[in-house]
């Protein structure tokens, strides 16, 4: 019987190590370890008036599940934003859903209360927090 329990826990140390034992690290890439920005999270009105701005909204609002919604004083006037998605990539990217459901990646930036995004065609446009 002794031999029989030593057997056991000789199984137990040898063919079950680590068990209750945390899982090893896993190696994330950088872009799952970024944490959603909540500075990004509210509503925002337009400031920039240019050619280029135009296809953007004139206000945005930001949810904290990843979702936006958009309005423009003219409806007659194509919006690359409309609602859709949002996910920060990292603190100098967010990639954006857009009205023909592409994704594309904007870069931006918030100081204070003004956010700056510059579009893939260099289109820079700010918004100013409500």
């Known amino acids: 019987m002794g031999s029989v329990?030593?057997?056991g826990l000789t199984l137990l140390v040898f063919v079950l190590p680590g068990v209750g034992c945390a899982p090893a690290p896993r190696n994330f890439s950088h872009e799952e370890?970024?944490?959603p920005m909540s500075d990004v999270v509210g509503n925002?009105?337009?400031m920039t008036q240019s050619a280029c701005s135009s296809a953007y909204p004139d206000q945005i609002?930001?949810?904290a599940g990843g979702l936006y919604f958009t309005q423009k004083a003219s409806?007659?006037?194509y919006t690359q934003w409309d609602a859709g998605t949002y996910e920060v990539v990292?603190?100098?990217q967010i990639k954006v859903s857009t009205a023909n459901d592409a994704v594309i990646?904007?870069?931006?930036?918030i100081a204070e209360t003004v956010v700056t995004f510059v579009d893939p065609q260099g289109c820079e446009f700010q918004y100013r927090r409500l």
């Open 5 to 7: 329990l030593l057997w």
């Open 33 to 35: 370890r970024v944490e």
């Open 44 to 46: 925002w009105q337009k």
């Open 61 to 63: 609002e930001f949810q």
């Open 75 to 77: 409806s007659s006037i």
């Open 90 to 92: 990292n603190p100098k």
């Open 105 to 109: 990646t904007y870069q931006f930036s």
